[in-house]
Each structure stands twice: as structure tokens, then as C-alpha cells.
């Protein structure tokens, strides 16, 4: 028997200012799956993710976790689903003035109630899982960009989420720097977390994702395998997209 779709989109819209942003999405995702969205700028991926969080309200369309319809309007159903949706940004979204221990142990004490003593020790294993033991005591000023990126994802894992959002977290990092946050995501998809993923990385794309979604003018126009749609006579759209990306990383865009 096919098992369920953990997570389910159906005909989600939504507009800004008055510009349709996505229009009719629809996916659904299995436990251990890793969905990346691809697709250039302003084609509604972040707005996606942020949908799926419910940190923009979708104008149109539900969100289904397990099967069940969240809904926005119900505070304590919005926050069950949020403690078990995770979410990466492009910018860490730290707090300044706390360490890495800090930053990590805060939501397990606030949301969770745990006693401090037990969500430092969560805490203290989480930062251990991303490779930063040594770190807890540090600030976010006093860390490397990847450094950052990888205690909010230790954050994030703390909460036990069954599923991760995660947009473009390499983008604001220097090039020596992607590697060690992408190699704690590919981690964490062997141990069968459930991805979504925006990102421009097309080497993890093509060893990591499970499926590809295309995403242009708010619509997934493209959606199979990696090695569907980037088989070189694919012809697809998503294959001359990367093909593009390519040239330009390595100076023939310029």
C-alpha cells in the first residue's frame, strides 16, 4: 500500500500589493522525501515556503499535515503545526544578544516548557549533531556565516520537527562556506527528514533531491526527478534553467 502524504498543497494562491505571487500550487510530499524548488527570482518559491508556514496567509488553497487541514485563524492549531514545520532562512534569524546554547535552548523553554536544564542538554546535542560543540558559548557576532546557519538549523531540530522548510540557506554564504551547511542537510536527508528546499545549488540538487519542482511566475510549470528533468535531451525547461545558472557561476554569464 502506498503510504500517505505527510504534507499535502492544494491550490494554494496568494498575492502582494496586488500582484498574484502564486497561483494554484499544488504537491504533496512523503516522509523522507526531499523536494527542491528551482526556478529564477521572483518565481514564488520563498513566498512558497513562507505560505507553508503560514508566515504570509495564502489568500486561496489548504495546507493538510497528516491528513488534517490546518487552519491559520485557530492559534493553537497553527502553533502544533509550526512546533512540527521547521523553518531555515537566507538569514539565520538569530538573536543578537544570545549565544549559540542560548539561541538553540530558548524554544524548548518558551514553547516547549522544558526545564532549563533539559533543553540546554537537547540543546547541547542538537549543536553537536551540526558540528559545533565547541561553540555554544559564542555569539552569533562571533560566528562564520556557515557557523550561524548551522545553529539555526540546530535550533530548528530541536523542536522535533517532522518536516524542514529551508530557503536558500547557502545564499548569503561565502563560496568556502556552502559546503559545511550543505553537508549537514545531506546528513539530515540520509536520516530521513523531509525536506523542501529552495536553493541554486544543482550539484546537491542532482545527488539529493528525491523530486524537482520548477517554479515560474507563481506556478510549478515542471516537476519529476533530477534525473528526468536534467537528463541532457530532456529538452526541459528546468535543464536549459540550470544549464544557464551554470554558465553564469563560472564567469561565461558575465
Known sequence: MTESPILEIENLSKALGGKPILSGVSFSVRRGEMKVLIGPSGGGKSTLLQCLNFLHLPDAGRILLDGQAVDPRQRKSLYAYRQKVGMIFQDYNLFDHLNALDNVSLALRK??????????????????RVGLADKERLYP??????????????????????????????????????????????????????????????????????EILFMQEGRVIEQGTPEMLLDVECGSRTLDFCTHLAEFESGGGE
Open 111 to 128: 514553547v516547549k516548557r522544558m526545564p532549563r536544564a533539559d533543553a540546554e542538554a537537547r540543546a547541547r546535542a542538537e549543536l553537536a
Open 141 to 210: 557576532a562571533e560566528l562564520s556565516g556557515g557557523q550561524k546557519q548551522r545553529v539555526s538549523i540546530a535550533r530548528a531540530l530541536a523542536m522535533d520537527p517532522q518536516v524542514m522548510l529551508l530557503d536558500e540557506p547557502t545564499a548569503a554564504l561565502d563560496p568556502e562556506l556552502i559546503g559545511e551547511v550543505l553537508t549537514v542537510i545531506r546528513e539530515l536527508a540520509r536520516s530521513g527528514m523531509t525536506m523542501i528546499m529552495a536553493t541554486h545549488q544543482m550539484g546537491f540538487v542532482r545527488s539529493m533531491a528525491d
